[in-house]
């Protein structure tokens, strides 16, 4: 990496961290597209409704926020004999308030002896006699959590992203594979991968119904999520994790938060990454922290295909959340229908119908996620998400980095630089981080 980039980009990054890169990992899952649709393997998914019996399999969450109570709420739901039974969280008001809707929504009792508050919380929690762990702290933690939780010979469940640096998703993509080397299961929560309407798209892309893919667009064009207004009760990093959402350092921004499941569906359906990426962004609206609220950027792939990635968080204005994909002979939304050049229907998905004709729901993917995971454990029968949603995050972190830059950023500059966004010190009280909004341009130039 040139060191002209380098010390522009520590001005984003925060502070400078040095670790060894592991090498570029390829995400690539699929079969090479032909002419004619050929049948596709697809291991990730077991489409269970449920998960099978066993013994009892004893979980704990680290993150205790609405997402990972969630997360608690789902496991819950993936089968039989299934338990949580630990809880860790940095605030003890967020702890409780996950351990009351446990025990009034789920009838699941987790014992005061189990319940850890800190920052080393995690540490504890790993400790005890469990089979999984879920992960769901702000994105900045994930990393440290996830190393730890494979090192104590943990399975995992993770939220998307999982990292909001290069160093990050880096350490996620080496752990991923120590993971694999243990023979444990990781699954993420990227759930358009464990959807079944997405899923068979996927056979039929792959397969080669309309020649290779050749570009695409993908948009998460929605409305503002939600700031913590300060409190003099709060610390800065209590202030900073209630409002983690709003913070560069925390979420890695809404590109990286949010956009990555979309990011992550051309990531699958191409069956690649992209490479490079030139992008631009700006904040308009947002009231906390320091993050951009709106971002477009040009992802290039390495055979020179272009991908075209828009999101944003205004309140008031159109948007969607989609995605859209051309291929040599058609087009897809990657969810559901697959159009010929002409417009026409070449394949949509076979919903099933009720008596009125409206369509069925089939399982929650947020379920589905854990019925597969629950599923892998019980039937020795591993599966690793680990990499693929590594791979979805650098390349947000990528696309982050150039629209806060103003300036062309690579795959290669991202797996090999030792930037990463970090306090020194993990502890209440002040943030030793950069807490500035990015200038495109003018914050490129490397101070005197």
């Known amino acids: 990496m040139k060191n002209k980039s380098s010390l522009s980009r520590r001005k984003f990054l925060g502070q400078a961290a040095t670790a060894g890169a592991v090498g570029v990992m390829s995400p690539a899952l699929i079969h090479s597209c032909t002419p004619s649709v050929q049948e596709v393997d697809y291991d990730l998914c077991s489409f269970l409704d449920q998960a099978p019996d066993g013994p009892v399999l004893k979980a704990g969450l680290i993150g205790c926020g609405n997402r990972g109570t969630g997360a608690a709420h789902n496991f819950l739901e993936a089968g039989p004999n299934l338990q949580i039974v630990a809880l860790a969280d940095v605030l003890p008001d967020r702890l409780a308030d996950s351990k009351k809707k446990l025990k009034e929504n789920k009838n699941n009792e987790v014992p005061d002896e189990n319940c850890f508050v800190g920052f080393d919380a995690y540490e504890k929690l790993l400790a005890l006699d469990i089979d ?17 939780a494979v090192q104590a010979r943990k399975h995992v469940f993770m939220e998307k992203p999982v990292a909001v640096d290069p160093q990050g998703a880096v350490s996620i993509m080496g752990t991923a594979k120590k993971a694999e080397g243990l023979g444990l299961s990781v699954v993420a929560g990227t759930q358009r991968r464990h959807k079944r309407n997405y899923v068979e798209t996927y056979k039929k892309i792959a397969g080669g119904m ?50 990555v499941h979309n990011l992550d569906v051309a990531n699958w359906f191409f069956g690649a990454h992209p490479v490079k990426a030139l992008g631009f962004g700006s904040r308009h609206h947002r009231v906390t922290g320091d993050q951009f609220d709106n971002f477009s950027v040009d992802f290039v792939f390495e055979d020179g295909k272009h991908l075209h990635s828009m999101c944003r968080q205004f309140n008031g204005c159109d948007g969607g959340v989609y995605e859209r994909l051309q291929g040599q002979n058609g087009s897809t939304n990657a969810e559901d229908i697959i159009n010929g050049l002409d417009g026409s229907t070449l394949w949509e998905y076979p919903y099933e119908l009720d008596e009125e004709g409206k369509r069925k729901g089939f399982l929650s993917a947020y379920v589905q996620e854990h019925v597969d995971l629950v599923n892998a454990i019980r039937t020795d029968t591993p599966i690793n998400e680990g990499e693929n949603v590594a791979t979805s995050t650098m390349v947000a972190i990528m696309g982050r980095i150039s629209a806060y830059t103003g300036k062309e950023t690579t795959w290669d500059e991202m797996m090999n630089t030792d930037l990463k966004l970090a306090p020194k010190v993990y502890a209440m009280g002040d943030v030793d981080v950069v807490k500035e909004v990015p200038v495109p341009g003018e914050a490129w130039k490397p101070k005197a």
């Open 210 to 259: 309309i020649g290779e893919l050749t570009g695409g667009n993908v948009y998460w064009n929605g409305g503002k999520l939600w700031h913590k207004d300060p409190n003099p009760n709060w610390n800065e990093m209590e202030y900073m994790i209630r409002d983690w959402v709003n913070w560069i350092w925390l979420s890695g921004d809404h590109i990286v938060e949010q956009h």
């Open 132 to 148: 999984i762990v879920l992960i769901a702290t702000p994105p900045h933690f994930r990393p440290i959590h996830f190393e730890a």
